[in-house]
């Protein structure tokens, strides 16, 4: 790059924020529009989203560790018994070797003596408070530490990341087209800007011919060598050029409010471009016959982005199947609470760990994982079939492109030939004219025929410029 459009841009926020921007090059332009256009920063946060997704991806690889927890108050405690138990107790019977109930019995018969109710009394009994068996749950807190370890997934774990980097890929490919968008707009609008420049400065510089034409036919009708109607045609050819000038300032201030509107700029910036003060611009254009499309295709991030897309479908593909596959994950807990019952109930924090394995095996879904893995295999062949229409679109595009950068390179280089030839008839027409052996006409006629080739050669020049312009974006060398 130049030191001086180095120092251009160096110098620029300073001057936009005085409101004087003063004279950009064509690179400060492309700098400016950049920094400044909102498109391009959404699709800088796109590609940063893109990175966070593929660090996010490549945490599934790892355990994943949770904590649960809470809090609950119950208005009633719990009481496994409604009232105190007493219950029956037995002795061991020597005799028969096995422990029999104490009952109360007839002292004349010695058999067991039933109640009201038919049920055998007992002798002893066993008392069960209902206190005993109640537990205060009125302020309950419990909580978990948890450990995942994915073991196979069926290939989603590793078909995700790869998803998760192709995808930042192609947002990093979009942005990087989005940016040659918008560097080829700016250069259109640049260009336009140059040449409307310099058709203002040609049409002034026509109607200070036609305004001193119009001085002299006046001074002539003066002397009675020239008539009024002579001096009529001129005036008229001189408005008429007076209209054109105006016509084309104001295309010029709109051309020049639109450049300020793609470098961020406000659109009332008094912006003037650096190759407007040139007489001549660079017009060496390298144009081939044929060009390697491989390379073509590997320099465009569009077809990089749609490769990147093609990938991406492949995997999706890849997910699909994991669902008709097994999945294996470690699984460890460490669980406590207050109260607990590990070792009889106790209102104090107390847990334990576990550790298992989970294993989860899709039997049948009456063909709805199926039915999915093909609809991703249509997409994928979808992307592949999106990508041979951009190459052979691609192809054409270039051929296109190197042709019409051919073409206009031969008529502007025919252009300044016939500015020559232009140049020249003028000057004869006004010494003829000078001379008295040519009429108004015929100098006005070369003035007409004088102003089209210049302005020919304008708009060749621009026409050049905007094909290589054109050409290096097909081509995929507008890095910038």
């Not at 040139?278 to 390298?286: G, S």
């Not at 897309?309 to 699909?320: F, G, M, P, R």
Request: hydrophobic residues 45%.
């Amino acid at each position: 790059m130049n030191i001086k459009y180095i120092i251009a841009a160096l110098l620029l926020p300073s001057a936009v924020a005085a409101g004087a921007v003063g004279t950009l090059s064509l690179d400060s332009c492309r700098q400016l529009a950049l920094s400044n256009n909102k498109e391009l920063l959404m699709q800088a946060e796109k590609v940063k989203a893109a990175g966070y997704q593929k660090r996010e991806a490549f945490a599934a690889y790892l355990p994943a560790i949770d904590f649960a927890g809470g809090y609950m108050y119950n208005q009633k405690n719990i009481s496994i018994f409604d009232k105190d138990q007493l219950l029956p107790t037995k002795s061991f019977n020597a005799k028969t070797g096995s422990y029999e109930f104490n009952l109360v019995t007839d002292p004349a018969t010695h058999m067991p003596v039933k109640g009201p109710d038919g049920q055998y009394i007992p002798e002893t009994v066993a008392l069960i408070p209902k206190d005993a068996m109640t537990f205060d749950i009125h302020n309950v807190v419990f909580g978990a530490v948890t450990l995942t370890q994915p073991i196979y997934m069926g290939g989603k774990i590793v078909a995700m990341n790869k998803m998760a980097g192709y995808a930042e890929e192609l947002y990093k490919d979009m942005n990087a087209a989005a940016r040659q968008d918008v560097v080829y707009a700016v250069d259109a609008a640049y260009w336009q800007v140059v040449s409307l420049a310099a058709k203002h400065q040609l049409a002034t510089s026509y109607v200070a011919l036609l305004d001193s034409l119009d001085r002299n036919v006046g001074y002539m009708v003066d002397a009675g060598v020239a008539t009024r109607s002579d001096k009529l045609t001129v005036d008229v050819k001189l408005n008429e050029a007076q209209i054109d000038l105006t016509k084309v300032e104001n295309g010029l201030t709109l051309s020049r409010m639109l450049l300020a509107q793609l470098c961020g700029l406000p659109v009332e910036s008094d912006i003037h471009v650096v190759d407007e003060m040139t007489d001549d611009i660079n017009t060496e254009a390298e144009i081939a016959t044929t060009y390697d499309m491989q390379r073509v295709y590997d320099a465009r991030h569009d077809v990089r982005a749609l490769t990147m897309a093609t990938k991406i479908a492949d995997q999706q593909s890849a997910v699909a199947m994991s669902s008709m596959l097994p999945n294996v994950a470690l699984i460890g807990s460490y669980s406590f609470s207050n109260p607990n019952m590990f070792d009889g109930y106790k209102k104090n924090f107390d847990g334990a760990f576990s550790v298992g394995v989970m294993v989860k095996v899709p039997l049948w879904h009456w063909g709805g994982n199926y039915n999915k893995y093909r609809a991703a295999k249509a997409e994928r062949k979808v992307a592949e079939l999106k990508l041979e229409d951009a190459k052979e679109k691609i192809t054409l595009q270039v051929s296109q492109a190197a042709f019409k950068a051919r073409e206009a390179m031969k008529t502007y280089l025919m252009t300044i030939t016939n500015e020559t030839k232009a140049n020249e008839n003028l000057e004869n027409a006004r010494v003829g004219f000078t001379e008295g052996v040519l009429t108004t006409d015929n100098v006005l006629e070369a003035q007409t025929a004088w102003l089209k080739a210049h302005s020919e050669k304008i708009d060749a020049m621009i026409e050049v410029q905007l094909c290589d312009v054109y050409l290096n974006k097909v081509l995929g060398r507008t890095d910038y």
